[in-house]
């Protein structure tokens, strides 16, 4: 779990540092066959449901209340479905751009489909609260991008699949109100052959589309409630 | 194009004049120069190629349907003249459809034929999905029809198996949700404006069913094969 927050907050760098420091201490004092039998012992009853436990596995990185916190993005209100497909494609390793596989193939290596169904909807009934940090003049070029597309162009509107407000349905996702930065980094990342689960056709649509494109897509999504 | 010209070019053989080879030759290839004239006023738009992947992207990757926001139809096995009178349908504003009316616009004449000489020739698996609760009552409504209601046999004109003809679509394998909401808002959508329309034909045994008996002959259909 270390490897996977170091980069969350400066803060829980220095918790993390303070309590590997802390074991490392124990270690030598005690031996280290004792040492490891006590951090498993430790650790092991997180790896059965708590809800608190292994909530907390994942606020550490998506925040608090599920809010999303730089690179992690937001969870709440997210469709649980989808949250679910998304932990199953991290598992089978088929969602594959660098932070999911730096970060979240180890997270859910040992999340089974049952406690990843009961975090799913644990982050769905969560009211999400939107990102706002988008470019505000790109919003209306990225409204029109959404809800036409650019037909000429073979861009397919986003609204066809995850509706009229953006909030998507059954196991496609919520869009509005993610942050600029993770909508921006998953459609380029669709583009440049990064996949996600399997069926999809967002690798299809998103290599259409162009950088500005792009911009103004996040943009527009980062403001919707 | 192995057309009924090409066994022409070997037979001649034992042939007493060169003149009907020639003639093949001559003929093939001013059809292939017809044909390249067309492919270029498709390619003209960004290629027919890119405009299927276009389509596919919401009817599903092998034109099997999806289920988005909204639910996509089949367009495998479509019928030709079916699918060329929607496009121009959707452009005359004859049916209504925002998405629809948009994607519509663009497309040239020639690539509405060629989408629709494509389609036709698809035959995946039907997508599934529908409860399969009433499929008897589907089935006796599909064959016979309701007599008392005034509800004439769908096979009667779409086909036993529901493969259509000519004007006149392709049921088998469509998504359930698509043939209930066509059905339970028929004249809402198709027939707008002062056109006469081919869908005039089918107002009033969608007006004459009710839900329940909408509901089961939709699953009946997307079922057939």
Known sequence: ?225 | MPGPLAPKRTVPRRAVSLRPALQAVMLTAAFSVAARAEERAVAARGGLEAKLEYCKTCHGLSAQGYRGYFPMPRLAGLQSLYMENQLRAYIERRRTNAIMANVAKVLSPPMISALAAYFINLDPKPIGGAPRGSLALGKQIFMDGLPDSNVPACSACHGSEGKGQNEIPRLAGQLYEYTVGQLTNWSKVRGQGSAVDTSAIMAPTARNLTRLQIEAVAAYVSHLQ
Request: charged fraction near 20%; aromatic fraction near 8%.
């Open chain 1, 1 to 225: 779990m270390s490897v996977i927050c170091n980069e969350s907050s400066d803060f829980t760098d220095a918790v993390l540092v303070r309590q590997i420091a802390q074991e490392l201490e124990i270690m030598k004092r005690i031996g280290l066959k004792t040492a490891l039998v006590a951090i498993v012992a430790s650790i092991a009853p997180a790896a059965a449901w708590d809800e608190a436990g292994s909530v907390r596995n994942c606020t550490w990185c998506h925040g608090t209340t599920g809010q999303g916190y730089m690179v992690a993005p937001r969870l709440a209100g997210q469709r649980s479905a989808y949250i679910e497909s998304q932990i199953r494609s991290f598992r089978d390793h088929t969602r594959d751009n660098p932070f999911s596989k730096q970060y979240m193939w180890s997270a859910v290596a040992a999340l089974d489909p049952g406690p990843a169904r009961d975090l799913a909807t644990y982050f769905a009934t969560i009211r999400p609260k939107p990102a706002n940090d988008g470019d505000p003049n790109l919003a209306a070029i990225g409204r029109a991008i959404y809800m036409d597309g650019i037909p000429e162009a073979n861009v397919a509107s986003c609204y066809a699949c995850h509706g009229p407000n953006a909030e998507g349905v059954r196991d496609i996702p919520r869009l509005g109100g993610l942050a600029y930065f993770y909508l921006k980094a998953r459609l380029e990342q669709w583009g440049q052959g990064y996949h996600s689960g399997m069926g999809t056709p967002m690798p299809i649509v998103a290599r259409q589309l162009g950088p500005k494109e792009i911009e103004a897509l996040a943009s527009y999504l980062s403001f919707v409630k």
